[in-house]
């Protein structure tokens, strides 16, 4: 069964900063591969997801990530990070395109520092 | 947009009490999804349903049941609440398309069991 790790439950970086979430998984079959993110007091949004073809992935809010199959990698960046980005961020992967199977990580908290 | 929505945002009940969690979804989504969200633990999938009257179990379904008499509405069932099944319940839906898609959340439903 496939399964995610996130490095780091919780990630500081000040106002501008350069944002580095990591997430690694494990799967027997090539992944799907989603990034979520959750505001204070909300469900889950989609940020981006990988499916298949281009392996630099944009998502919304400036952020992207990159699939690297050689690392089992699937880092979630943003090159400058905002106040509004402070929120709990999840790695999801699945082996299934019904979406039957999807495994989440267990989540990193960023902190945005003015 | 679609619209997830858990019928009650806070709960309290005691413990042996009978607990249920209503989830609708208004965008005519094959597949439903109950999650249970602890700190440091991520989402663990509960149960999910992809059809009417369907129900499969996830990784943690001890203590739970479901129920999908239609398809627009996805019940938790606790029959006998216990302290250890304190904590935030989300709710999500998403087609079954042959695609990797999104899975859209509900705000949540936390639940105390005292």
């Known amino acids: 069964a496939q399964s995610v790790t996130q490095l780091g439950s919780h990630v500081s970086v000040s106002e501008g900063a350069l944002v580095l979430l990591r997430c690694n998984y494990s799967?027997?079959?090539?992944?799907?591969l989603f990034w979520y993110v959750q505001y204070p007091n909300q469900g889950l949004q989609l940020l981006l997801k990988y499916t298949t073809g281009a392996t630099l992935v944009k998502g919304i809010n400036g952020f992207e990530a990159e699939f690297k199959k050689s690392e089992t990698s699937f880092h979630l960046t943003k090159p400058s990070a905002h106040m509004s980005d402070a929120a709990e961020y999840f790695c999801a992967v699945s082996d299934d395109p019904n979406n039957n199977d999807m495994r989440f990580g267990a989540g990193t908290r960023l902190t945005v520092k003015p | 947009d679609v619209k997830v929505t858990q019928s009650s945002r806070y709960l309290v009940k005691r413990t042996g009490e009978k607990v249920f969690l209503e989830c609708v979804q208004d965008?005519?989504?094959?597949?439903m999804f109950w999650y249970r969200q602890d700190p440091g633990l991520g989402l663990r999938l509960i149960y999910f349903s992809y059809d009417v009257k369907m129900k499969e179990k996830g990784d943690i379904p001890e203590g739970y049941s479901v129920s999908r008499e239609k398809k627009e509405r996805f019940s938790l069932i606790l029959e006998s609440a216990s302290t250890n099944q304190t904590s935030m319940y989300l709710c999500?839906?998403?087609?079954?398309?042959?695609?990797?898609?999104?899975?859209?959340f509900g705000e949540g439903s936390r639940l105390t069991v005292l």
């Open positions: 799967s027997s079959v090539p992944p799907y």
């Open positions: 999500a839906s998403s087609y079954i398309a042959g695609v990797p898609g999104e899975l859209f």
């Open positions: 965008m005519d989504h094959e597949n």
